[in-house]
């Protein structure tokens, strides 16, 4: 008996799989001409899907992909070589993959590597920029992931820029169809200047521009004014957009406010909220990517806003003598301390020499780094300065932050020192929101 439904089964599939294979006789390629790239490998692309749950394959492959294993196994033994089963991955939130197909690496470790963005149909880069697996590692078939992408346009660009010891380069704009070209509602742009109250604190929108770089100038005047600017070469894609805005507090001026976060949305249904930000020397500007594209009527720009002084006594806490250990070595601290809830702790300290060149990697530099628990919504952690047993008053040089851990960077920690003292303001942030045509680079009135 067990025998007979073996057989029915087998039949069963083999239909299945003929009348599939029929059916569809295999996925076309979206860019169906081979791309070479400078490590000697060639890219195409194979086709895209959208959402949380990913199985990307041919028909036939997507219908064995849901057969149980035992059935699977019978196709891969009936097709053999022919058969290619689906690929499937998941991610966290809906994300836009593009599936490409890449020939056999040719290349050798360490000959460079790439990152993918994603371009319109009037060939404006923006969004964010996607590392991609150098060569000879990268799979056959692979994933690229984009959390916002270009909705508006009949055809697409993936555009790839080529990163090596001589430089970065634009190697490859490889077009595609637009699975989501459709008709989207516009939405209507404000004026600027446009003016918003978050409580006791009046926020003034007086600029949004897209495309430029990360890159800035700053230009003093006599009359003791001066303006940062923003460049516009822009040589590896990745697609800054500026704010102008002025921050007034209308009750306490003693309290000095900042932009903490950008989040930019548009009609089509991209979101993005900022990865990388940077403050002009007048404080009235800052550069943030990733972007979205500037086709669109306007954008809802919502800032999110901190105090950098000002704090009442609650807000403020602080590490104390803490040993700073031997220099050129780690010293696991392993302090704790409780705020409002939210745990805190003091990892370890790396101490380092002074270093006083202009141009410096993170590695060069003392660091430490701190853990806390996940902290509520709206709620900002800042470190405000660090103070040493010498006198010396350290404000970090750069920081960065992975889930729930942060590092801080410090060029001159005296070697004089043995220990130091970490000051640090916990508060809930405000929040406005704007709606503003995004203008480029000498497009403004």
């Given at each position: 008996m067990r025998k007979l439904v073996c057989i029915a089964l087998g039949l069963i599939l083999s239909a299945l799989i003929l009348f599939g294979w029929l059916a569809f006789a295999g996925r076309k390629p979206l860019s169906?001409?081979?791309?070479?790239?400078?490590?000697?490998?060639?890219?195409?692309?194979?086709?895209?899907?959208?959402?949380?749950?990913?199985?990307?394959?041919?028909?036939?492959?997507?219908?064995?992909?849901?057969?149980?294993?035992?059935?699977?196994?019978?196709?891969q033994?009936?097709?053999g070589p022919r058969f290619v089963p689906a690929q499937m991955t998941s991610t966290p939130t809906p994300q836009f993959?593009?599936?490409?197909?890449?020939?056999?690496?040719?290349?050798?470790?360490?000959?460079?590597?790439?990152?993918?963005?994603?371009?319109?149909?009037?060939?404006?880069?923006?969004?964010?920029?996607?590392?991609?697996?150098?060569?000879?590692f990268a799979a056959q078939i692979q994933p690229v992931r984009f959390t916002v992408f270009p909705r508006r346009d009949p055809e697409i660009n993936l555009v790839l820029f080529f990163h090596d010891q001589a430089g970065i380069r634009l190697c490859a704009a490889i077009r595609?169809?637009?699975?989501?070209?459709?008709?989207?509602?516009?939405?209507k742009p404000e004026p600027l200047p446009a003016v918003r109250n978050a409580g006791?604190?009046?926020?003034?929108?007086?600029?949004?521009?897209?495309?430029?770089?990360?890159?800035?100038?700053?230009?003093?005047?006599?009359?003791?004014?001066?303006?940062?600017t923003y460049g516009t070469n822009i040589t590896d894609g990745r697609n800054y957009t500026v704010i102008e805005n002025v921050l007034r507090p209308l009750a306490n001026t003693n309290d000095v406010w900042q932009i903490a976060g950008v989040e930019i949305s548009d009609a089509t249904g991209n979101c993005s909220a900022n990865t990388s930000m940077s403050w002009g020397s007048d404080t009235g500007s800052l550069g943030f990517m990733p972007s979205l594209w500037p086709e669109e009527s306007a954008w809802k720009v919502k800032l999110l806003i901190k105090r950098t002084a000002g704090f009442k006594p609650e807000e403020l806490f602080s590490f104390r003598k803490v040993p700073l250990g031997q220099l050129g070595q780690t010293n696991l601290v392993g302090w704790t301390t409780n705020v409002e809830g939210i745990s805190i702790t003091l990892q370890s300290i790396c101490w380092r020499a002074p270093f006083?060149?202009?141009?410096?990697?993170?590695?060069?530099?003392?660091?430490?780094?701190?853990?806390?628990?996940?902290?509520?919504?709206?709620?900002q952690l800042d470190l405000l300065e660090m103070v040493c047993d010498s006198g010396k008053t350290n404000h970090s040089e750069s920081w960065s932050s992975s889930s729930n851990e942060r590092s801080y960077s410090f060029r001159e920690i005296p070697t004089n020192s043995q220990t130091a003292d970490f000051f640090f303001a916990i508060q809930t942030s405000r929040t406005v929101e704007f709606t503003v045509k995004p203008r480029l680079p000498g497009a403004n009135p």
């Open positions: 169906a001409a081979w791309v070479s790239l400078p490590d000697g490998t060639s890219v195409r692309i194979l086709g895209t899907t959208y959402g949380t749950n990913h199985l990307f394959g041919t028909p036939l492959a997507r219908v064995i992909a849901r057969l149980p294993m035992r059935l699977q196994d019978v196709a033994g009936l097709l993959l593009v599936w490409l197909e890449r020939s056999p690496s040719g290349g050798a470790p360490g000959t460079g590597y790439f990152e993918a963005l994603l371009s319109n149909g009037s060939n404006f880069i923006s969004g964010e920029d996607v590392f991609l697996q150098p060569a000879p595609f169809a637009n699975p989501f070209h459709r008709n989207y509602p516009q939405w006791d604190l009046q926020v003034t929108l007086r600029k949004l521009e897209t495309g430029h770089n990360d890159s800035q100038n700053t230009q003093f005047n006599r009359d003791g004014s001066h303006a940062t006083n060149n202009t141009s410096w990697s993170s590695s060069q530099l003392s660091s430490v780094k701190f853990t806390h628990a996940t902290l509520p919504a709206c709620t």
